[in-house]
T-cell receptor, first 113, second 117 residues
Framework: KQEVTQIPAALSVPEGENLVLNCSFTDSAIYNLQWFRQDPGKGLTSLLLIQSSQREQTSGRLNASLDKSSGRSTLYIAASQPGDSATYLCAVGLNNAGNMLTFGGGTRLMVKP | KAGVTQTPRYLIKTRGQQVTLSCSPISGHRSVSWYQQTPGQGLQFLFEYFSETQRNKGNFPGRFSGRQFSNSRSEMNVSTLELGDSALYLC????????????????FGPGTRLLVL
């Protein structure tokens, strides 16, 4: 059974800092890995999707990496801003499992002005 | 292009009642997945529908059921509600989710917040 863990569970940083969020998964037979953002009481917004054959994806100040063999992914946020404050979730899709995603518990990020 | 819409947004029910939630995917998307989000268990997969057929099912009791219509809109039903069913129910849509579409992103709706008293 796939298990996804995110560390840390919460993080508070001053504005402008670069930061790294971590995600680990137990089953390396993944289809893809996605990073989402969730604002309080809201749905999820997709940030980055990495296919199983890829090593990283970039979008603006965000960079996500994937190391399937070690079961790890990181989300790097450069020059953090107060608007980045949210919960960040990683989710993995398994081969032959359609669109079913297994989510980590999330990292709650607070960026202080 | 309109996003994923879910109705109703908020719902209050009492134990023992049943509830039906609705999800309209992005136009052209044929796959709809449902998730339950609670503070204790996080986000958990309920089921996925594709072309009116249930393609995958999570580990939830039979009180949770769903269906998909020919226009890809989906409904989920929870019968005999329990206090522990209080949660944010999210649906997500994507084009197909097949091996040929490995770049697909799932798009989530705003959710339906269900409170069971």
């Amino acid at each position: 059974k796939q298990e996804v863990t995110q560390i840390p569970a919460a993080l508070s940083v001053p504005e402008g800092e670069n930061l790294v969020l971590n995600c680990s998964f137990t089953d390396s037979a993944i289809y893809n890995l996605q990073w989402f953002r969730q604002d309080p009481g809201k749905g999820l917004t997709s940030l980055l999707l990495i296919q199983s054959s890829q090593r990283e994806q970039t979008s603006g100040r965000l960079n996500a990496s994937l190391d399937k063999s070690s079961g790890r992914s990181t989300l790097y946020i450069a020059a953090s801003q107060p608007g980045d404050s949210a919960t960040y979730l990683c989710a993995v899709g398994l081969n032959n499992a359609g669109n079913m995603l297994t989510f980590g518990g999330g990292t709650r990020l607070m960026v202080k002005p | 292009k309109a996003g994923v819409t879910q109705t109703p947004r908020y719902l209050i029910k009492t134990r023992g009642q049943q509830v039906t939630l609705s999800c309209s995917p992005i136009s052209g998307h044929r796959s709809v997945s449902w998730y339950q989000q609670t503070p204790g268990q996080g986000l958990q997969f309920l089921f996925e529908y594709f072309s009116e057929t249930q393609r995958n099912k999570g580990n939830f009791p039979g009180r949770f059921s769903g269906r998909q219509f020919s226009n890809s809109r989906s409904e989920m039903n929870v019968s005999t509600l329990e206090l522990g069913d209080s949660a944010l129910y999210l649906c997500a849509s994507s084009l197909t989710g097949t091996e040929r579409h490995r770049q697909e992103t799932q798009y989530f709706g705003p959710g339906t917040r269900l409170l069971v008293l």
